[in-house]
């Protein structure tokens, strides 16, 4: 059994010598150095426009950033009303009239 | 080592002329490991390529020369591992799955013109093919480094980043998975044969 053991794994080695011989080192094709490079300058430039396009998006970032500090700091001039004009805006018309009427009877009174 | 450690530093730091010296003296060495771990002579060229892509782009992480050749292979083991994953065995009739009389046949009708030991060459890569499929892809390319390319323990130790210890014991299963089924294509042959 053990001997019946060793011969197929001296049968397996000896296989595994075979397929070393029948799989040499390959030369590349003439194309494999051209091709290599193209990959290789492909990358770079993807990896470059990403970079680019990274730097574009924290450039916008950040000047919307500064615009919306800037507009939140800013102090903007659409002024609260004052007291008095907001006495005024809510006098209604019947109100002054009502104080037309109390003059005029106080006036009289008098 | 195929090159003087010199240019293994020129090419860290982006000397690509350097880069071009390193491809020149590794590829053919390169390549022939590749078609020998995922056994499909078409697509080699390409992931030979992607070897040395990933070899362009990381070698500045690479901190002395000596350990270069572990760390190609390393590149080129990941890449081999990446296409077999990705190209997970086809459930195609393979010629070692055959009786050997079969495969007689299927030689004589091969045709003569095609030269017998091309063919006989071409039988033992088919073999050692559904062979090294009945185990995982992680085991197939670890028993080709040792058993196929040659690489000694201390060397797989530095391509894995594993001590020996472990290493020894994943050998010893995959090559016992490998042993199982080529016992029975021995059987399976000498049955045909009788």
């Given at each position: 059994?053990?001997?019946?053991?060793?011969?197929?794994?001296?049968g397996?080695?000896?296989?595994?010598?075979?397929?070393?011989?029948?799989?040499?080192?390959?030369?590349?094709?003439?194309?494999?150095?051209?091709?290599?490079?193209?990959?290789?300058?492909?990358?770079?430039?993807?990896?470059?426009?990403?970079?680019?396009?990274?730097?574009?998006?924290?450039?916008?970032?950040?000047a919307?950033?500064?615009?919306?500090g800037?507009?939140?700091?800013?102090?903007?001039?659409?002024?609260?009303p004052?007291?008095?004009?907001?006495?005024?805006?809510?006098?209604?018309?019947?109100?002054?009239?009502?104080?037309?009427?109390?003059?005029?009877?106080?006036?009289?009174?008098? | 080592?195929?090159?003087?450690?010199?240019?293994?530093?020129?090419?860290?730091?982006?000397?690509d002329?350097?880069?071009?010296?390193?491809?020149?003296?590794?590829?053919?060495?390169?390549?022939?490991?590749?078609?020998?771990?995922?056994g499909?002579?078409?697509?080699?060229?390409?992931?030979?390529?992607?070897?040395?892509?990933?070899?362009?782009?990381?070698?500045?992480?690479?901190?002395?020369?000596?350990?270069?050749?572990?760390?190609l292979?390393?590149?080129?083991?990941?890449?081999?591992?990446?296409?077999?994953?990705?190209?997970?065995?086809?459930?195609?009739?393979?010629m070692?799955?055959?009786?050997?009389?079969?495969?007689?046949?299927?030689?004589?009708?091969?045709?003569t013109?095609?030269?017998?030991?091309?063919?006989?060459?071409?039988?033992?890569?088919?073999?050692?093919?559904?062979?090294?499929?009945?185990?995982?892809?992680?085991?197939?390319?670890?028993?080709?480094?040792?058993?196929?390319?040659?690489?000694?323990?201390?060397?797989?130790?530095?391509?894995?980043?594993?001590?020996?210890?472990?290493?020894?014991?994943?050998?010893?299963?995959?090559?016992?998975r490998?042993?199982?089924?080529?016992?029975a294509?021995?059987?399976?042959?000498?049955?045909?044969?009788?």
């Amino acid at each position: 059994m053990l001997q019946d053991q060793n011969v197929t794994a001296g049968g397996l080695d000896g296989l595994f010598a075979a397929y070393r011989e029948a799989c040499p080192d390959r030369e590349p094709g003439p194309d494999f150095m051209p091709q290599l490079w193209e990959k290789i300058e492909a990358r770079r430039a993807f990896a470059y426009n990403l970079k680019r396009l990274a730097r574009g998006i924290i450039t916008t970032a950040a000047a919307a950033s500064l615009l919306m500090g800037a507009y939140l700091v800013v102090p903007r001039h659409t002024a609260q009303p004052t007291y008095l004009e907001v006495l005024a805006a809510a006098q209604s018309p019947d109100d002054s009239a009502d104080s037309e009427i109390v003059q005029s009877v106080y006036e009289n009174s008098r | 080592m195929l090159v003087d450690p010199e240019v293994i530093i020129r090419a860290r730091e982006g000397d690509d002329a350097a880069f071009n010296l390193l491809v020149q003296a590794y590829r053919k060495r390169i390549l022939g490991t590749i078609a020998r771990l995922i056994g499909r002579p078409e697509d080699v060229e390409d992931v030979g390529q992607e070897v040395f892509l990933r070899l362009y782009y990381s070698l500045g992480q690479l901190r002395s020369p000596e350990i270069f050749e572990p760390w190609l292979y390393r590149l080129t083991v990941n890449s081999a591992y990446d296409y077999l994953r990705r190209h997970r065995r086809r459930r195609e009739a393979r010629m070692a799955d055959l009786s050997e009389q079969q495969v007689v046949m299927a030689d004589a009708a091969a045709g003569t013109k095609v030269d017998q030991d091309e063919r006989r060459r071409g039988r033992i890569r088919e073999m050692v093919g559904a062979l090294m499929s009945a185990v995982s892809e992680k085991d197939r390319i670890l028993l080709t480094l040792k058993e196929i390319e040659g690489l000694s323990l201390k060397e797989l130790e530095k391509v894995y980043g594993v001590n020996e210890n472990a290493l020894k014991v994943r050998l010893f299963r995959a090559r016992q998975r490998v042993l199982k089924v080529f016992e029975a294509s021995e059987r399976k042959s000498a049955g045909a044969g009788v």
